[in-house]
């Protein structure tokens, strides 16, 4: 694999995500990109037990590009890289980790391919509910970022606003050899400010929350609009 990049993609006003994802779509078909199958990557979180001081989010992560593997991603950052029978292996240990309930998040879509890109775009999703867009751009002949990341930029530039910069984990990975371990910290930091943007939604429109906490609600994610080129 080479350099991949995540980034979310803003729903403008009016638009349903379907009908954003179909554009996108449209878009990368226009430019000549070949569908060459669907992708997943889903997320489930565990809780560690209240005996665990101080206490631990686990999340497994998979990703359909390692069907082999399964990531083991601790909310301290440490990553492991796991045989797909690690997700039998917690139900052993549910004294010590137990699965959080209606938690699981994924996103899914076409992937496709144009030239030394492959291009997924995703729809994210927590159970039946609708969360966001991610897109995932990665150049397959470099494994270093900063050597390639103007170029995945101006790529980007063809069918969206192409974001100033890396995601924010990215960017202090820069001069490193990429790692399949490197797209599920991007992953997993969208889906977790997707979480959080949408419990910050909840709470904006509970006016009796408001009232009876006296708190602001917590401000939402602001992410640089990406709007697609006329």
């Known amino acids: 694999m080479g350099v991949v990049s995540v980034h979310q993609y803003p729903i403008p006003d009016g638009k349903t995500g379907q009908q ?5 779509n449209k878009c990368l078909l226009t430019l000549g ?38 990531f083991a991603l601790l909310d301290t950052g440490t990553c492991l890289v796991c045989d797909t029978n690690f997700d039998q292996i917690m139900l052993t240990v549910s004294g010590l ?34 969360r966001g867009i991610l897109i995932e751009v990665e150049y397959g002949p470099c494994v270093v970022a900063n050597y390639c990341w103007d170029l995945m930029r101006e790529f980007m530039g063809s069918f969206i606003a192409a974001p100033r910069d890396p995601h924010q984990y990215l960017q202090a990975k820069m001069n490193e050899p990429f790692t399949p371990i490197d797209t599920i910290q991007q992953y997993n930091d969208h889906f977790n400010a997707l979480r959080k943007a949408n419990v910050a939604s909840i ?28």
């Open 20 to 24: 954003v994802i179909e554009h996108l």
């Open 33 to 70: 990109a070949q569908k060459t199958g669907t992708f997943t990557v889903d997320c489930e979180t565990y809780n560690s037990a209240p005996n665990i001081n101080p206490p631990r989010i686990l999340n497994i992560i998979h990703n359909s590009e390692h069907p082999a593997s399964c």
């Open 97 to 130: 980790y137990s699965a959080k309930k209606s938690a699981k998040i994924e996103s899914k879509g076409t992937r496709f391919q144009i030239n030394d890109f492959i291009v997924k775009v995703g729809s994210v999703t927590v159970g039946p509910s609708f």
């Open 203 to 230: 709470v904006a429109t509970t006016p009796t929350h408001q009232a009876n906490s006296g708190r602001s609600t917590p401000s939402s994610i602001v992410q640089q609009p990406i709007a697609s080129k006329q």
